[in-house]
């Protein structure tokens, strides 16, 4: 299997486990804590991001990807987050993943919703049998368009940067999101 199929099998993986997660995570709201009222700035912040696991014939993938977003009114939302991949796999490749994202979402009605974010990731990764480089940094300017339900939005993604050096294999990237 090449590091291509690898890397958009990861990616399906990711997004079948996002759904998995949607619908518990829509049943769940904790109880206030404190009796004191939140100030008008963080009552419009959101929490939330994504978590992947893939775990398959010989490889091992972990992905964290935090973030934080400000819904300025019920269309439109700004924010920041951070990201973080582990993977590795027997035939001897291993790579890590550090950076973070500029997102702008812009809820266009009811269910649906664009994005756009900006990139920047550091990629070190070793290969033992390859000629790639093992050490860079590596932009991304992502749009895309999802279904939003709850929480909870999964759609597609495209990459206006991508490159033979990038580390998406395709361009077009699935997605799955939530902000609570």
């Known amino acids: 299997m090449t590091l291509n199929n690898k890397i958009c099998k990861n990616i399906i ?3 079948s486990v996002f759904i998995c997660f949607t619908y518990s995570g829509q049943a ?7 009796p004191k009222e939140k100030s008008d700035f963080w009552k419009k912040v959101r929490f ?11 490889f091992f993938g972990i992905t964290l990807a935090p973030s934080a977003i400000y819904q300025f009114n019920n269309k439109l939302s700004l924010g920041a987050g ?4 582990y993977n590795s796999q027997r035939s001897g490749f291993k790579s890590t993943i550090l950076g973070g994202n500029l997102i702008g979402l812009y809820n266009v009605f009811r269910g649906f919703q664009l994005s756009t974010e900006l990139e920047q990731l550091h990629v070190n990764r070793n290969i033992e049998t ?4 093992n050490n860079f940094w590596t932009t991304g300017l992502l749009v895309g ?3 939003r339900q709850g929480n909870a939005t999964f759609g597609v993604r495209y990459n206006l940067l991508h490159d033979d050096d ?7 990237i ?3 999101r939530f902000y609570f």
């Open 48 to 58: 939330g991001g994504g978590f992947g696991l893939d775990v398959t014939n010989g």
């Open 174 to 176: 699935p997605f799955a």
């Open 166 to 172: 990038s580390i998406y294999s395709t361009a077009l």
């Open 130 to 133: 390859s000629t790639l480089k």
């Open 13 to 15: 993986c990711l997004f």
């Open 82 to 85: 951070l990201n973080g991949a």
């Open 28 to 34: 769940q709201k904790l109880p206030e804590t404190s």
């Open 145 to 147: 368009a999802g279904y």
